[in-house]
């Protein structure tokens, strides 16, 4: 069994450092790993990185991330990614890291992934520039996000995107601006490996629950989705009924979903 | 739900609410791409959550100072960040 704490769209800045750290310091009680879905911080600066850092680093498990379009705002990308890798954090961009916990080698491919729509209602790679660029944009992701997944070699897969790969998880945003959340492309990229659950956020008023169309679990973990400091999934057949109705020591009960 | 302000000069038109809408996202003071907004007779209405009292209060003053002649209601709360009290298992 393995057991993953994730969040997303923490947004952090001075004003926030502090807020999730009581319930951070939990973690290496209840959690092998610490999933996060991107928008860290506000605008993307390098500063607002470093209150990331001060946050999630040093936590006493392994961090990961992608960044969201937050996290672009400001053009600052590779200083916010130097300052968060110095902080001990993963960041993945079309690539995978793979973690050997206590239950399995766990193995996460991120993107920070785009918008185009879901099928039949999809943006199409045609006609002005700027179409075909955010179009193409979306593949580029999707694509790099489905080679890593399939190139991993591990135990359980997860996929971690900030940019939604199901419209299920939307349910709540209005319709109209689908496209700009999520792209079936990210879904089909999930589905091309065997992956046991797909993490994602942006969709601050969507819901926590969805699956692929190849029956792949995806969670939304936005913060004021899950509206606690992180959601916890443990992945794995190795536990019985009994195991899970049982409080753990950190004072968090199990329960099936 | 807070009156913010209460100035009787009629409902907001569309124009009006797609410029708050943009203002929310685009002014750097406040960046929330996840407070939507309401028409009402009365004004608009500011709906979501945020990370921190102080955004909350950010959002109010710079859509008071933009827009001093709409009222504007807010329904804006600070998501937690207690420890969750559950587990999903996934088999």
């Known amino acids: 069994m393995i057991r993953i704490a994730a969040v997303g769209d923490v947004h952090l800045d001075e004003d926030v450092v502090g807020r999730f750290r009581p319930a951070l310091e939990e ?23 470093r209150c990331v850092a001060r946050e999630f680093g040093g936590l006493g498990v392994p961090v990961v991330t992608v960044l969201g379009n937050h996290d672009h705002q400001c053009d600052q990308v590779p200083q916010v990614v130097k300052v968060l890798q110095d902080a001990g954090i993963t960041v993945l961009e079309g690539d995978s890291v793979v973690l050997d916990c206590p239950g399995g080698r766990l193995g996460v491919a991120g993107v920070k992934g785009f918008g185009g729509g879901f099928a039949g209602r999809c943006a199409s790679d045609f006609g002005e520039p700027e179409m075909k660029a955010f179009v193409r944009t979306t593949t580029e992701s999707a694509d790099a996000l489905g080679a890593a997944l399939r190139g991993l070699d591990c135990d359980v897969r997860v996929a971690l995107t900030h940019y939604s790969p199901v419209p299920d998880t939307l349910a709540g945003e209005p319709l109209e601006i689908y496209p700009f959340l999520g792209s079936y492309q990210l879904g089909q990229a999930i589905d091309s490996a065997p992956t046991a659950l797909a993490l994602h956020g942006h969709a601050h008023a969507g819901t926590e629950k969805g699956t692929t169309p190849g029956g792949v679990r995806v969670r939304n973990v936005a913060h004021p989705v899950i509206r606690q400091a992180y959601s916890i999934y443990h992945l794995g057949d190795h536990l019985d009924q009994g195991e899970v109705s049982r409080t753990v020591s950190s004072g968090i009960q199990q329960t099936w979903s | 739900m807070t009156e913010h302000r209460d100035v009787a000069t009629g409902p907001p038109d569309e124009y009006v609410e797609a410029e708050v809408h943009r203002l929310l996202t685009e002014d750097p003071d406040v960046a929330e791409q996840g407070i939507t907004v309401a028409r009402r007779e009365s004004g608009l209405v500011l709906q979501g959550e ?17 827009f001093p002649d709409v009222p504007v209601t807010s329904d804006i709360g600070v998501i937690r960040t207690a420890a969750p009290t559950e587990i999903e298992q996934l088999p």
């Open chain 2, 50 to 66: 945020v990370e921190s009292a102080h955004r909350r209060e950010e959002i109010l003053r710079r859509v008071a100072e933009r």
């Open chain 1, 27 to 49: 973690l290496p009680d209840c959690a092998d790993a610490l999933l996060l879905a991107g928008d860290l911080t506000r605008h993307g600066t390098e500063a607002e990185a």
